[in-house]
């Protein structure tokens, strides 16, 4: 599969901010993933994080779906001198889905459920908690399967009043064994076969606390621990957890901050799309 060349960031909003060393650049929008660059040495923090830089001083901040119009960025020089950085992210609209009448054990899991659902989140955080200090992602970006979207970014429903959890990803419907591919170079850090909602479930640590999620598997090609290549091929697409039906789900997540993963790719080819 050929390579993608670079980050392909839409052009919304591609100001950079220029000053005390600092650039950024990237859509400064919810969603958006933005590439910075300080001098060598610094220290950058920004949404709650102490930001990681790189050697020759790169770093990355994603920002969520529900990211604030505004965000501090704070830059501490090798010199001690520290300047503070208001940036600005555009708001998106998504598309919010209402249903009532749904029986209560539909919308509401039972005790063993959320038991079983608290298990799972903690293997998914602690898959999330590394923190590889490595930029596998200067490999670019491709798509982990080509095939007609079927769900996007940040969509929500509201099941008999009750927010659900906001869609983080991009769904992508393709039969179940259809190869999945590594977007980007990383480290498996998760391949868990049977999670309740997102059925058999692979996280690849594309470092400085960016990685990549992909749901509903059938079969994994790879295991934890495993390093991985751009194209290589990680596992299937499946029909496993709560699904009605074959696809993938791929999310992505800057620490806590889920970002949206077309935002990094070229468009999907319009042959694939129906």
Known sequence: MKRW????????LLVPVLASALTLN???????????????????????????????????IGLGRDAPARFMLRVEQPDGVVNTHSIE????????????????NQVSPDADTLARIRRDNAAVGAARAERLPQ????????????????????????????????HYGVDIARATGTPVRAPADGIVTLAARDLFFSGGT?????????????????????????????GEVIAEVGATGRVTGAHLDWRMNWFDQRIDPTLLVPPMPASTQP
């Open 26 to 60: 990237g859509p400064h929008q919810q969603g958006g993933l933005l590439a910075g660059q300080v001098s060598p040495n610094s220290q950058v923090q920004a949404l709650g994080h102490e930001v990681p830089v790189d050697a020759a001083g790169r770093f990355i």
């Open 135 to 166: 930029r596998y992602f200067d490999s670019g970006w491709i798509w982990p399967v080509t095939g007609p979207i079927s769900g996007v970014y940040g969509s929500q429903r509201i099941l008999n009043g009750q927010p659900r959890q906001p």
């Open 5 to 12: 060349s670079g980050w392909a960031f839409v052009s919304l």
């Open 89 to 104: 992210v555009a708001a998106r609209d998504y598309a919010i889905q209402r249903i009532d009448g749904l029986p209560s």
């Open 202 to 230: 692979l996280i690849l640590d594309h470092g400085q606390g960016l990685s990549s999620s992909f749901l509903h598997l059938s079969a994994m090609r790879v295991e934890a621990g495993d390093p991985v290549e751009q």
